[in-house]
């Protein structure tokens, strides 16, 4: 969570430095700042609220130093408030930093720098560290350049937790030093010029070349040269490396939000995550999934671990893979999955998906299965994240930059690797060959399809003005439908703040229809065939209590319901990736009929780097 920016080079900072933070606002948005290195010295302007406030602030305009750091913050310890966003500057001025992440012994450090007179402002386990820093500089024997670097390396070694740190120093004011663990942090390399991230999309527009940090390096920046170190000092070699993502992509583009955009991108997000990985005629191809037909006779069980919208992707990926490749296949909440003892061993597939490949439950619960000895396989959308570090192997997605805090093509895209996954294991065991044929085709017909299902985006709009002002809203399927609805589910709560829920169609009977009154609405998923005449039994039971009823389907159903939005038929076990979108545009206009930030939903953060 929380967004970090740098720039060092001869332009002015200020105005790309609240450029960068306009776009890693989706990370964090309750308060905001930024440092300068002014002729004076360094110079710090922060707010609560938006980064629009900062940028309208009166005092801003006075910065015109071309060092300079900044911060959007999510709060973890201290309320949103002035004081307690960053940057934090030590009790002599000398040094300013940012931070994302926690820093989880910050209360015994605190006490430990208390006892030597250092005196604190805010609430937060962040303002330890510059006063931490001028503590180890104080105690340095080294001079100049490594004077400053020793400092920083012995502070990270007393800090517990996880930590992307950008530090100025006014007896350095041409320099600035970063360091991380556990953290995401990218250097954006320029001529003259070097721009620095917690992500890539944010310094998109100025560098394509990045240099990626590893866990516990540093690296010591200037203008026109950047060191890179590890822990003890030692000088580390990196290659910068491209990034192939079209700068356009990180911009709205002449939509009015990103979660609309990012909505009406699927057919190409599918169609890019397709790529060449499948064709009609010739076998699978993941050049990087190099698991080999011996090594998966030998696996008894997946397990598909992440969070939120991913895990939603991953239940869904759970009956793609057990149909195909005819292994048990069990999906878990990260969070749960690595403070549990997981019944996992050398016969386990792990697969993990995270979106941001950030996800600090997700890359723990994955550190937990390699250590019993899992292979691990993660699927992540952002080349180089953290994920991809830790993971056996990692195949990406390739659905471009996702902004939005709530998650939609990632999600479509996430479905799709899954069921390329499975159909690349099936031919490998050389098994289901004949479900492996058509559903090759039924995946390639997809993007033409998503287009089909966007025309029906001025229905699902008036839909969603007859019923913004619910309170409640229940959303059922079953099967896959479920996981559907699950999704949906989540979608509306994250962005229209209605409470819903969602529960198989078969479960309504067992406890949830006793909510159900007059004019509550329902939301029914319904695409699998054998399945059609059950579900609509459900739904007659709670159309005879009042229930108003919208129904997503690909069957002709001779019912009247309140709406029925028909979507193109498609092999079953890839139905979400069409059904769901008219649920993600359904919670899009929920929530700009109550006038709300669709793309940047109240308490939420795009990745959550904290436990
Ligand atoms: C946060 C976001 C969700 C997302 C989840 C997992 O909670 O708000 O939209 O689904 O994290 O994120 P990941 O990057 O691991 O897919």
Redesign the pocket.
Known sequence: MCGIVGYIGEKKAKPILINGLLRLEYRGYDSAGISTIEKSGIKTIKNKGRVAELENSDEINKLNGTIGIGHTRWATHGKPSTTNSHPHMDNSNTFSVVHNGIIENYAGLKEFLKSRKYTFLSDTDTEVIPNLIHFNYQNSEEKGKKRLLEAVTNTSKMLKGSFAIEILCSDFPDNMVVVRKDSPLVIGKGVNENYISSDIPAILSFTKDFYLLNDNEFAFISRDQIEFYDEDMNIIKKEARNITWDAGAAEKGGYPDFMFKEINEQPKSVRETIGARITQNSKSSIPDLKLDKEYLKTINKIFIV??????YAGMAGKTILESLCEIPVEVEAASEFRYRNPIVNEKTLCIF???????AD?IAALKLAKSKNAKTLAISNVIGASISREADYTIYTHAGPEIA???TK?YTSQIVLLAIIAINFAEKLEINQEKVNELKSDILLLPSQLEEVLKNTERIKSFAQRIYKEKDVFFIGRGIDYTVALEGSLKLK?ISYIHSEAYPSGELKHGPIALIENDVTIISILTNRLLVEKSISNIQEVVTRGAKTFIITNQELNHNFDEVITIPKTNPLISPILSVVPLQILAYYISKEKGLDVDKPRN?????TVE
């Not at 998906?353 to 996800?359: N, P, V």
């Not at 939420?604 to 959550?608: G, I, N």
């Open positions: 992440a969070c939120g919208t991913a895990m998906i995270t979106q941001s490949g950030e996800t997700t805090v709530a998650s990632a994250e939420l953060a795009k990745s959550v």
